[in-house]
């Protein structure tokens, strides 16, 4: 069981909003996402700079939920863009939506990661590495990484569909639409899904 | 929102969304929502609670502003890089305008028998390259494996057969992964099977060394086990995320890996 109440205060600090801020509404980001998609495709960079604006945040919060370095996690969310990139031109023919595509370079850009540092585990396997930000003071450092490492702890002791559908909604922010069309079911299977994963993440928690 | 006195898993996940968009919203507190939806109190209270211990921690999760702003200017350029500028004025630029252009020009000759050099050097690399990362369905994939047999063939040792044996049987899994990655699930069922043949191939070499040197023999078998352990697990992590022809494939593998394993065990 994992004791929370005796943890540092700090993740009080920004409480959700940091959660709401970035996605917007979901059919507006699928809409917007067409029209930049094909001027990318024309060989507009910038085009492509915000497209990358637009998912940058919710795809390094899906790698850094698996991986435990924040430098890692930095590194494979530009190679994910530029793999996206790269792979632009054949998008339409997967017929799949731009976000679920995305999700899968990005699992696929882990999968590499895993295989290169031969690590042969589970996707959440946790390490000592220590937290590094400069943003930080070392001691608040310290508390973060700690409860950075607790939170993928905890998550990996989850099943891995409660897993998925935990850090797609609450760490990715994704509506449930845009998390059945990543995980491949309908939103009504991602709500039911939802629900276990949290009341089996609830068991684990000391509250 | 009604709900009827039984409520299914469908209802109660309906439920449990509307609250979490309340409380995304900012609009209510986990109490308010208990007391507005009291018969469902206990069945709601943990997956909320659950909910906001992760959204209050979600920020550990977000990349610095810097990281983004930065990360943005290097794949625009990586990307301004990979594009090259317009041909014109690649062309404008490399145009002799004095002189010297005598000099340049044998210059320029040697340049292009370099370049020629370099690119058949490229090629070739390219080639094994390709052929190497080949998969069932590929062209060069039955390059590879005439390949993997002339060099099966060209095993002097039984101790080099095995070791080809076991190699070539990890090659089989990478080349499944790679598959079902790739969403090509219509090379499945050939990969799955020239798999299976292979880690056969690999448990057969080993059951004849051991009739000979026993001991050896349980030096490959572990060696083979590590493998199919590795290769399993990695399958295993990637069945959820792709759809029921590849998990179906998948499971195969698995079998054949379980199969393999169980043989092993039974030999040690």
Known sequence: MVNVASQSNVCNKNSQSSFLEVEGNPARREDGDIELIRLAKDGDRDAFGDLYHRYAHIVFRFIYAHVSDRWDAEDLTEEVFFRVWRSLTTYREQGVPFLAYLFKVARNALVDFYRRAGRSGGLMSVDDKPFQDVHLDPAEAAIVNLEHQEIRQTLEKLREDYRMVLILRFLSGLSPEETGAVMGRTPGAVRILQHRALSALRNLLEI | MALGSKSGPDEIGNLLSACLELIEGGEVSIDALLGRYGEFREVLRPPLEAALWLYRRSWLFDPSPAFVSACRSKIVDRVRAETGRPMSARI????PKDSSYGRWNSLSLWIALLSILVLVWVGANSLSFWMGNSVPGDPLHGVKLAQEQLQMALSF??????????????????????????GRESHLPQAVAKLDLQVADALLSIARMGQGDPEQANLYASQLES???RESE????LREYYPPASQQAIDQVLAVSADALQQIHRRN
């Not at chain 2, 404008?92 to 145009?95: G, K, P």
């Open chain 2, 92 to 95: 404008r630029e490399h145009t």
């Open chain 2, 157 to 182: 040792s039984s101790e080099r057969e095995i070791e080809s044996c076991i190699h070539f049987a990890e090659t089989r899994f990478v080349e499944t992964e790679r598959l079902i990655i790739a």
């Open chain 2, 227 to 229: 493998t199919l352990l």
């Open chain 2, 234 to 237: 990695k399958l295993a992590a």
